[in-house]
């Protein structure tokens, strides 16, 4: 892999992973931008203890451009985008409209291909090996930033999820704050952990899945499962073997064999409601450790949590949505239509042959 950064026109930073380590860029940004301004702030809600983020800027995102206007695609001619040069493989840059900026954190957008029509399914095992090393990277780097607490990498497929921009891309969120689904996760690890000895919450469940009937997909170095208590008709939960905190800790084998395993994942869910079906709206999350002190967490520290993969569709069945109505948004109490079992059934059904 060969790593090139550079700055746009506005003064975001830009960096190109290439596969080939003589790939040379040097495209400039053509473009007459001023420089990016945001009104990014947190606010904290004093009865749930969670945090806001305040990005009123955003409401003048791009929104559904046509095919030869997407801004993520590469520059061409007089047709400018946010990538200057004419070609690339993988691409991250600082979001334009962010939602966290500053002292608020930072936003990043990933462009997994330079195709348009492509998915990240229909990436080679090269591809995603890339993607994979710049997930990697960019936690690496975004952890140093003294405004940083916790880095989460994703991808939203689908105009049925909110996706505004078609190409190929996920984001990075680095959060000032350890967000509130973590922060829940780690008080369960620490109560478990006392309660039990000593024992890892997250060791716990992997061997109760690996023994029961949910398991979707086993390989070498990972395992993937939908969890007993699923909040979402369809949903695998994707993790390594051998218990790390980001992907910083992953070893080469578990980096070698992720390709193969999160390809027939994502290939699996485009088939679960058949071909008039296809594609499949999806969220893939990745979750890491903070990287911010852990003392709140009673006796629970960064090497205890597990990074994982959860990998949902809000599709419950063939032409239907599963929306966060009254229970669910006002009160986040989850009602699943799908059995866990079953939706582990059918996504063992839909197997690449």
Known sequence: MKKTSTRLADGRELIYYDLRDDSVRDATDRRPL?????????????????????????????????????PLCPSAGDRLSEIPDS?????????????????????????FTSDHNASFGELTEEQVGLVLEAWTDRTSELSHLPSVEQVFCFENRGAEIGVTLGHPHGQIYAYPFTTPRTALMLRSAATHKEMTGGENLFDAVLEHELAGERVVLEGEHWVAFVPYAAHWPYEVHLYPKRRVPDLLGLDEGARTEFPKVYLELLRRFDRIFGESESPTPYIAAWHQAPFGALEEFDGVVREDFALHLELFTIRRTSGKLKFLAGSESGMNVFINDVPPEHAAERLREVASS
């Open 34 to 70: 001023d420089r990016t301004v945001t009104t990014s702030e947190i606010r904290r809600d004093p009865l749930l203890g969670d945090s806001v983020a305040i990005a009123s800027h955003r409401q003048g995102r791009t929104y559904h451009p046509p095919a030869d206007e997407c």
């Open 87 to 111: 070609s690339y493989d993988v691409v991250v840059f600082e979001n334009r409209f962010p939602s966290l900026a500053g002292d608020s954190g930072r936003c990043e957008v990933v462009c």
